[in-house]
Nanobody, 125 residues
Framework: QVQLVESGGGLVQPGGSLRLSCTAS????????VGWFRQAPGKEREGISC????????VYADSVKGRFTISRDNAKNTVYLRMNNLKPEDTAVYYC??????????????????WGQGTQVTVSS
């Protein structure tokens, strides 16, 4: 059974940074387009980024562009989301997911296939 595990969340002050990790069992993440989405309390899920399987091209939502960086380490079977200049509105549970199709569909919920329990990110002073 495919299992994705997100980690690295925590409490950080505005302007701070975190690096989230996504690991997988029973598959190699470099065989997939891997995305991140988040869900804030009382809000809908929001796709925020994706890294492509073929050439590691990354896409980002406007809300995180310039602040977040997605990357992968194939040797560790891990995809990372580096988050800089965090804002209170980034507070959410963050999930990694395997895209059914292209990374251009990263923000379409029906394209998300498998995700873990998520990791909580809280940005507060």
């Amino acid at each position: 059974q495919v299992q994705l595990v997100e980690s690295g969340g925590g409490l950080v002050q505005p302007g701070g940074s975190l690096r989230l990790s996504c690991t997988a069992s029973k598959l190699f993440l470099d065989d997939y387009n891997v995305g991140w989405f988040r869900q804030a309390p009382g809000k809908e899920r929001e796709g925020i980024s994706c890294i492509s399987e073929s050439d590691d091209i990354a896409v980002y939502a406007d809300s995180v562009k310039g602040r977040f960086t997605i990357s992968r380490d194939n040797a560790k079977n891990t995809v990372y989301l580096r988050m800089n200049n965090l804002k209170p509105e980034d507070t959410a549970v963050y999930y990694c997911t395997l895209l059914k199709g292209r990374c251009s569909n990263y923000n379409i919920e029906s394209e998300w296939n498998y995700w873990g329990q998520g990791t909580q990110v809280t940005v507060s002073s």
